[in-house]
Every structure is written in structure tokens, then in C-alpha cells.
């Protein structure tokens, strides 16, 4: 969320909607930031009626051990489960803080170690009285395949950067802008405009 979160907040405040920003660049919910207390203190603190949420799967070393002490890989059924568990609960301090929790879908990633973001984003799917925006498919080509560039605003812009994961500043613009548009359709309330 962080590259995008600038584009986010600009185009709500637009609307008079007041946001605050906790992006960390490379954290993930099981390694790199504790988030389950981050949140808390988050929700105490500012007391959002909306949190919205972009995982992909950052998994940065240390990895995660198991409860007989094995590391838990990337990509396999225990990281899937470690990573539902840690997204429930985020869901579940969120929501006793009687805000809502909107889920972003990630743009398409073919990266070997982000390839998991589109699976991440099914589970989060799966969590009852939670919401979710598909804003990551405005930055994906044709049936959904990853692109680096795309015509908008009347000329072809790059949305990626050479490593093919990171987004460019039309890139994070355009996502932002949509995330925003996705959340106040969602919500009924003025809606920003679509990203041009």
C-alpha cells in the first residue's frame, strides 16, 4: 500500500475525508513488523471507521517457525495457513474496534517470490463481514496478465519499474486513484473520480 497510499489519501481528501497512512515498505503479516500490535495501537489511537489493507506476501527473513520449532517455508500449505491465521486476526482487532476492513486485491505479480499475492488475496476473501476492493485489475492487461505500461490519459505510461514488481509513480498514482474510487463506490458516498 505504501506507493500507492499518497494517491489514496489525495484523491479522499477531495471528498473531505479525513485519512491517515501506516504503510512500511516490505513488511508482510508474518515477518518484518509486528502488525497485530501496530494495528491495535492504531485503532486506539486514531480510531478509523474504515481500514483498509494490502498484503501481498512479503516475507522477509527471519521466516516464521512453526509451534515444533521448523521453519515455515514461502508458498507452502503452512505459510498459507500462518498467513490466513495472522489475517483473521488483523480482521478480527479491526472489526472490535467497530471499524470496517476492506481487503485491496494486489495487481498481477509474476514475480517468483510475490507470485502468492493473488492466492493471498482469495483467503482474505474468505473472511466473514470483511470487504474487498478489486482494485488491483487496473493495473493488469488483457484476461488479467501483468503489464509494465498502459495507455492512460491520452498517452502510453510506464506502471512498473524495471523489477517488474514495484510500481512507477503513474503506476502507484493510477492504483491509488482506484483503491479510492473502489472505496467510495463501496461505501455510497461521493465517489472520487476513476484514474485517467
Known amino acids: 500500500m505504501l506507493q500507492a497510499s499518497c494517491a489514496i489519501a489525495d484523491s479522499l481528501r477531495d471528498l473531505g475525508i479525513e485519512t491517515s497512512r501506516h504503510a512500511v515498505l516490505g513488511t508482510g503479516l508474518l515477518t518484518g513488523m509486528d502488525w497485530l500490535a501496530r494495528t491495535r495501537e492504531i485503532l486506539e489511537t486514531e480510531r478509523p471507521d474504515v481500514v483498509v489493507a494490502s498484503f501481498i506476501g512479503n516475507y522477509s527473513p527471519p521466516p516464521l517457525r512453526d509451534a515444533n520449532g521448523a521453519v515455515i517455508e514461502a508458498d507452502t500449505p503452512a505459510f498459507y495457513r500462518a498467513w ?39 483467503g482474505y476473501r474468505t473472511i466473514l463481514g470483511d470487504h474487498f476492493l478489486f482494485s488491483g485489475r487496473v493495473l493488469a492487461g488483457p484476461h488479467g496478465s501483468e503489464i509494465i505500461a498502459k495507455q ?45
Not at 502468492?116 to 488475496?121: E, I, P, V, W, Y
Not at 505510461?157 to 463506490?185: F, K, N
Request: proline fraction near 7%; aromatic fraction near 4%; glycine fraction near 8%.
Open 84 to 122: 490466513q491465521e495472522r489475517a483473521e486476526q488483523l480482521s478480527s482487532e479491526v472489526h472490535a474496534a467497530n471499524a470496517r476492513m476492506y481487503w485491496v486485491s494486489p495487481p498481477p505479480i509474476t514475480d517468483p517470490l510475490l507470485g502468492h499475492a493473488g492466492r493471498l488475496f482469495d
Open 152 to 196: 492512460t490519459c491520452g498517452r502510453r505510461r510506464d506502471i512498473r519499474t524495471t523489477d517488474r514488481v514495484h510500481l512507477t509513480d503513474d503506476g502507484a498514482r493510477i492504483y491509488g486513484q482506484q483503491i479510492a474510487h473502489d472505496l467510495t463506490s463501496h461505501l455510497g458516498i461521493l465517489v472520487t473520480p476513476k484514474p485517467c
